[in-house]
């Protein structure tokens, strides 16, 4: 029952932000990003 609580919860927040986008959408910004988390060290 818990469970099905918060994946409701989960549906109903991800709708809710998906729909406030849809009405205020913002300008794409296409700069460009490198992710820091990424590891490009070859240790073995």
């Not at 109903?12 to 729909?19: G, I, K, L, P, Q």
């Not at 910004?29 to 070859?42: C, G, K, P, R, V």
């Amino acid at each position: 029952m818990i469970i099905s609580v918060l994946v409701l919860y989960a549906g109903v927040t991800a709708f809710v932000e998906s729909v406030k986008k849809i009405i205020h959408p913002e300008k794409p910004d296409y700069t460009l990003q490198i992710a820091m988390d990424t590891d490009f060290s070859e240790e073995e």
